[in-house]
């Protein structure tokens, strides 16, 4: 059944991509990475919902090339990223506002597209958005910037904007409740590959340098908002 779901010719394979139950569901919603002979990095364009009771897979929207999902806490809204931008959709596929939060395409220096990573408020009614230096590979680092969106796209704003490191694997870590984010900047010359590690509130107003050296980006939080990993 995966075999045969459609995908363009000269594909050679579909492979699952990023997956997520729904929350509070029985359902599995997932998208597939298109396969070529060669380099690249391409999506299929449906968001395949898989019923783990009844067996049936199902598919709504149809969006870019290069994208992510992330259903509310609730279950009931999905956040769509692609690499200029957060659309926001109902869980049947229907949107809402296509365009939340515009950015400009970030250089990433390779074939593969940046795009947005929502963290969704508690009660499903807002993001934080976190979103690179457009172009991450000028000296001194660029700006990124933080950005609190409603899911129905009726408000938002830039809650901060400071120079930020890229990293693909991420660069900007923003708790669960919405109030904090960890990022890093450089430490010394580049060739060093040394950076400091900040934990700061998401408007900036505290800004503590937590420990520097040749760390690693990927960082977790812990439920509590205190602690992370």
Do not use: C
Not at 85 to 113: C, H, K, Q, R, W
Not at 147 to 171: H, I, K, N, Q
Not at 186 to 213: C, K, M, P, W
């Amino acid at each position: 059944a995966f075999a045969s779901l459609p995908r363009p010719d000269g594909a050679v394979a579909s492979i699952p991509s990023q997956m997520a139950f729904i929350p509070g569901t029985h359902t599995l919603a997932f998208n597939v990475r298109i396969a070529y002979e060669g380099p690249g990095l391409a999506f299929g364009s449906a968001l395949y919902l898989a019923n783990l009771d009844s067996g049936t897979i199902s598919s709504i929207l149809d969006v870019g090339s290069a994208w992510r999902f992330d259903f509310s806490p609730n279950g009931s809204k999905i956040a769509i990223s692609v690499p200029t931008g957060v659309g926001t959709y109902n869980a049947n596929g229907s949107l809402i506002d296509s365009s939340i939060l515009v950015y400009p395409f970030v250089n990433t220096a390779s074939e593969y597209a940046w795009v947005a990573s929502p963290v969704w408020s508690a009660d499903s009614s807002q993001m934080l958005v976190a979103v690179p230096p457009q172009d991450p590979w000028t000296e001194p680092v660029g700006d990124g910037s933080l950005w609190r969106v409603a899911a129905d796209g009726l408000s938002g704003e830039m809650t901060w904007e400071t120079p930020m490191m890229y990293f693909p694997s991420g660069f900007a870590f923003i708790s669960p409740d919405l109030a904090k984010v960890i990022y890093f900047t450089r430490l010394g010359a580049a060739t060093d590959n040394f950076q400091t590690l900040h934990v700061a509130s998401v408007d900036g107003a505290s800004n503590i340098e937590y420990t520097t050296g040749q760390v690693s980006s990927t960082v977790a939080w812990s439920p509590d908002n205190v602690h992370f990993f």
